[in-house]
């Protein structure tokens, strides 16, 4: 028997982690391109790109599987003319995500009719300026990356 989308399988990846990423980030932040993307896609002054980097079972049974699931999340802001209000709204920004994912740790999900809940959701740590591929090349950006981890059961 083959496998059909959402009877004996589920986009966890995309619909729940990725999405589920997006959804809480757009209901926060109510200006600017959230997206989701191994690159940067837009010029605009404040963006936030969503990657999921990495998955690992954590352990399984017959019925289910644990498993763990590693965001790279990206917050850009492009300004030419960068002073210390420029970096004190980059920190700011990034306070508030990490707070927003804190009070996200354990969030249902709901996609195409069915539920997942993401367990132990955490931002566990973020780093400024580190740039990646051709992003050293746009003039005026800096960033934040922040490192998300949730568990799914599914």
Known sequence: ???????????????????????????????????????????????????????????YTAQDMNREFTARIDLYMIDKNHNENTYKQLFQDTERLVQLLFNNAHKEITSGGNTLNWINGVAEDYIIDDFLDDEEEIDGLTKSTISFKCIIRH
């Open 1 to 59: 028997m083959g496998l059909v989308l959402n009877s004996t399988y589920k986009n966890v990846s995309f619909d729940f982690v990725l999405d589920g990423l997006r959804d809480i980030l757009i209901s926060e932040f109510d200006y600017g391109k959230i997206y989701i993307s191994p690159k940067i896609k837009h010029s605009d002054p404040f963006q936030i790109k969503i990657w999921l980097n990495e998955s690992e079972l954590l352990d």
